[in-house]
């Protein structure tokens, strides 16, 4: 660990450029030996963990999830709401936006709890990730592709679940682990 790496980007290239996510292959030079890696350019995206029904004893809050099924992983999975942060929109608009669009609820409050590099190994993406409180119910908005079931569940239901059909969605068991830690920190 204690090694010194040095570290130079000697350029970039655009591979492919879609709706959602660019490819690049960044050129690298690690200690005088030159390489590449593939990255796929995503931007910031925001996940929100609504809270209905707040507890005293924290992983029996009652919280909203939905099952989403994802073509990629080619199943349905069990995540809270989500989206990607469009050009020039706030993370708090956009955590708004999206907890309105699959769920219906709009929030009073939205507290930041983190922001992670779920992928950073081949990825930029960062998600800034909100818990929802003061929910109003409304109308779920999806998006005409978007297959979303809506549950209401308590943590703990939900972190079994999640354990029990893994692989789990990253983003949904950091933002419950980290709700959990804070409320039993205080």
Known sequence: MDKNYDVKILGEETIYHGKRVTLKKLYIEVNGKETFKEIVDFGEAVAILPIL??????????IIVIKQYRPAVGKWIIEIPAGVVER???????????????????????????????????????????????????????????????????????LRLLLENQPADAKTLTAMLLYLHFKTRT
């Open 88 to 158: 020039g929109e706030k993370l708090e608009e956009t955590a708004i936006r999206e907890l309105i669009e699959e769920t219906g609820y709009r929030p009073s409050k939205l507290e930041k709890l983190a922001s992670i590099h779920p992928t950073p190994g081949y990825s930029n993406e960062i998600i800034h990730i909100f818990v929802a409180k003061g929910l109003q119910p409304g109308e779920p908005q999806p998006e005409p592709y978007e297959a979303i079931r809506i549950e209401k569940i308590t943590i703990r239901q939900a």
């Open 53 to 62: 029904n707040e507890h005293q004893i924290p992983d029996q809050t009652e």
